[in-house]
């Protein structure tokens, strides 16, 4: 919410959901300050991934997928671009189009009937079995949110027992690059 | 030069050097006991020993504030970091360049809870611009050098260095300033000429303009408060600065309003109030100045300058940024300014200050004479009258009605001057800074204008003082409450003073004397002249303790939740009235 600090709602805007790629050094603690960021201002982590994408330069990416008004988004990225490790922060959601995927791990125990189903809507959503015994499955699943949303929400009467979720990762679609030439 | 071999603790006083620092604040601990052997060792590098760690930072505030140099400050790990960390806090607030040295335990006893063992970095994240935890000694140089240019470029602010103590003892090759080069941090100084194009057009229309100032003036350096000072005169606008900007522009000059904010002059804040075009040069809209966010400025177009983009439109919608160093962004401002030749509109500018002058005119500063007791604005006046015509005068002041007395009746005619703690509000800030300053300035006549509440809170610093023999003098306007707070309770809490009458007080006489210097206490106004001249003229530490009206409150003043054309004075307040139930919830 677009709170001012006396309290009233200055600003009575859409709150949208952005896509945040932010290109950081690969040293202790950037991750804790980029989180402490967001808590210590009070701003919405929806999700968030890291790993180091350029091992010579010693460079992570992270993508966190955040909401808020226009003004808060703003903040969010004039505040990421302040953290001296920080070499680029890029909105996906603004900056034209992207691409949007997430990984899941979603374990369904059951027998009989419901185990069939499971792997038939497996198939539907071109999920893959990476383990099964006599009476589980473990799929994994790539695709948009929503995609993953919706598989999660059919196996669950089928079994579902556990899910593991990478949190979205996002690239800008087309021949440019946010991390510069090498 | 081939790169030498050093242990870690002379890369650390080599580093200082080559940074070009001359003074370093600092408390010894088991910790960083490797670098004070060096610095035993060396004659180059001046430590001053500080009373507690939470000095040594205020201390080095006062010093990098009066100087526009990094401040440095030398602590030792555990206890000697967490007390630093209200200072690093506070130079993070005002935007001060400060460079940290925190001892910490041996890498291979971090994590396991060790003798004097703290997080540093985890503790310090928040507070600081930057921090470092240095794990080998082959990075040290690299960190030394970059923690001194994240401290001072861009917007300033401090870092902590983290050195456990195998870093110190262990020896690697030392490299230069000259060969490091940041590798992500390069922040923008330098304007996009579209907007300075755009900012000349907007200022050109104006009817009725301010110039709405900061610390960010100052912060850019000296050359920064004259270009201020040139466009300000050049264009005839009214200028009104913030508690954090006084000095930027001459405070005895007419076309100054005065202080804006809570606590500023009724004419600064109604123009800010009913301008139609606002010109905020390095300063942040902070709630201390605008009041109700809805009714901020309503009818305006605001351009704002700043080198740090997250102050734009953090608080208040702006229509025209400008992300640049003040400096080079008045330069091009007042280049562009000439280049197009501009007319500003003499009648609406000759009708705006008109109306300024009616605003003027309520002389909200004034207060009821007393020739009984003394008045705190009387004190301040009268210390402000007779030090006017000496230069390099330098006034530090604690937290509460008297900061806010000084900023109102003290007139600063040029930067780095004044140094109060704004952002933060340290109460204890005045000695430690007051030190600092005078440890920069050794000639200077160095104030510390305080309250009685705040002094006590770093107090031990008096021990400093002696030691280093310096004649800061110390202006202690006693009225034996927290006086802000208990005006706070007169306002919101039908005057229910709960615990904030200060009984047993020292005698601050007797303990001015107890560190050596001298102490005066005046109770009636018509000694208050001479007590001042007294403590001027004495060439030691001084602690002038004057007793003031006790219940006196700072006026005039922009109530919680209100607007800049709501000010309430000192003559027509009903206690209890004067702020909403709306208000009562925001400090």
């Known amino acids: 919410m677009s709170t001012g600090i006396y309290g009233a709602n200055i600003h009575s805007e859409e709150i949208r959901t952005h896509t945040i790629a932010v290109l950081v050094d690969n040293e202790p603690g950037v991750l804790a300050r980029v989180i402490g960021l967001f808590s210590g201002r009070g701003y919405n982590i929806e999700s968030l991934t890291v790993a180091e994408t350029r091992h010579r330069q010693g460079l992570s990416r992270i993508t966190i997928v955040t909401s808020g008004t226009a003004m808060i988004i703003e903040q969010i990225k004039a505040q990421l671009n302040r953290l001296v490790p920080v070499h680029s922060v890029s909105d996906l959601t603004i900056e034209g189009p992207s691409v949007e995927r997430e990984l899941a791990l979603v374990k369904v125990a059951g027998t009989g009937e419901k185990r069939v189903e499971a792997l038939r809507i497996a198939d539907i959503f071109r999920a893959r079995v990476v383990d099964s015994t006599n009476e589980s499955f473990v799929f994994e699943i790539v695709g948009k949110t929503e995609k993953l949303e919706a598989f999660v929400d059919l196996m669950r009467p089928l079994g579902l027992i556990d899910i593991s979720r990478t949190g979205v990762v996002a690239i800008a679609r087309g021949p440019e690059s946010m991390e510069g030439q090498d | ?587």
């Open chain 2, 1 to 587: 030069m081939a790169n030498v071999d050093l242990t870690g603790s002379e890369m650390v006083i080599k580093a200082l050097q080559d940074q070009g620092v001359e003074v370093v604040f600092g408390y010894p601990g088991g910790a960083v006991l490797p670098i004070y052997d060096e610095i035993f060792k060396q004659n180059k590098l001046r430590h001053i020993l500080v009373r507690q760690e939470g000095g040594a930072v205020h201390a080095a505030e006062g010093y990098a504030r009066s100087t526009g140099k990094v401040g440095c400050v030398l602590v030792t790990s555990g206890p000697g970091a967490t007390n630093a960390v209200t200072g690093l806090l506070d130079a993070m607030l005002d935007s001060i360049p400060l460079v940290c040295l925190c001892g910490q335990v041996p890498t291979h006893l971090i994590g396991n809870d060790a003798f004097q063992e703290a997080d540093t970095t985890g503790i310090t994240r928040p507070c600081t611009k930057h921090n470092y935890l240095v794990k080998s000694v082959d990075d040290l140089p690299r960190i030394l050098h970059e923690a001194f240019y994240v401290a001072r470029t861009g917007r300033p602010g401090p870092v902590v260095i983290d050195l456990p103590k195998d870093v110190l003892m262990d020896v690697g090759a030392y490299i230069p300033p000259a060969k490091i080069k940041h590798k992500s941090y390069v922040p923008q100084v330098k304007p996009d000429a579209a907007a300075i194009k755009q900012a000349v057009k907007l200022l050109s229309k104006a009817k009725k303009p301010v110039i709405y100032a900061g610390g960010g003036v100052i912060n850019s350096g000296p050359n920064a408060s004259k270009l201020l000072t040139s466009f300000t005169q050049m264009t005839g606008f009214p200028i009104t600065l913030t508690l954090m900007g006084l000095g930027a522009y001459p405070g005895s000059d007419d076309q100054f309003l005065g202080m804006l904010g809570m606590h500023g002059t009724y004419e600064a804040n109604m123009a800010m109030h009913d301008c139609d075009v606002m010109l905020c040069v390095g300063a942040r809209f902070d709630d201390r100045i605008t009041g109700r966010l809805n009714a901020f400025s309503p009818n305006s177009k605001k351009i704002h300058i700043d080198i740090d983009p997250s102050s734009i439109n953090k608080s208040v919608r702006i229509d025209l940024p400008v992300i640049g160093d003040v400096g080079y962004v008045l330069e091009d401002l007042i280049k562009a300014w000439k280049a197009a030749q501009v007319k500003p509109d003499d009648k609406a500018l000759k009708s705006w200050w008109k109306q300024i002058q009616k605003w003027r005119d309520k002389d909200c500063l004034a207060y009821i004479k007393d020739d009984k007791v003394i008045k705190p604005q009387l004190a301040i006046q009268r210390l402000y009258e007779l030090t006017k015509d000496r230069k390099d005068v330098f006034v530090t002041t604690e937290v509460g009605q008297h900061q806010m007395w000084a900023a109102q009746h003290f007139k600063f005619e040029s930067p780095n001057h004044w140094m109060t703690s704004g952002g933060l509000g340290t109460m204890g800030y005045g000695l430690p800074a007051a030190m600092g300053v005078q440890i920069a300035h050794p000639d200077a006549l160095v104030i510390d204008i305080a309250g009685e509440s705040s002094i006590l809170m770093n107090i031990q610093e008096l021990g400093t003082i002696a030691q280093y023999r310096l004649p800061v003098k110390v202006f202690v306007l006693n009225n034996q409450y927290m006086g802000m707070v208990r005006q706070w309770q007169e306002l919101l809490h039908g005057s229910r003073y709960s615990e904030s009458y200060l009984e047993a007080l020292p005698d601050f006489v007797k303990l001015a004397e107890s560190f050596g210097g001298v102490g005066i206490r005046v109770t009636d106004p018509k000694d208050l002249d001479d007590a001042i001249r007294q403590m001027l003229e004495t060439d030691n530490h001084v602690i002038c303790e004057v007793a003031v009206a006790p219940e006196e409150n700072c006026f005039p003043m922009i109530p919680s939740g209100c607007a800049h054309n709501e000010m309430i004075f000192g003559a027509d307040v009903k206690t209890d009235e004067a702020i909403s139930e709306d208000g009562m919830v925001l400090v």
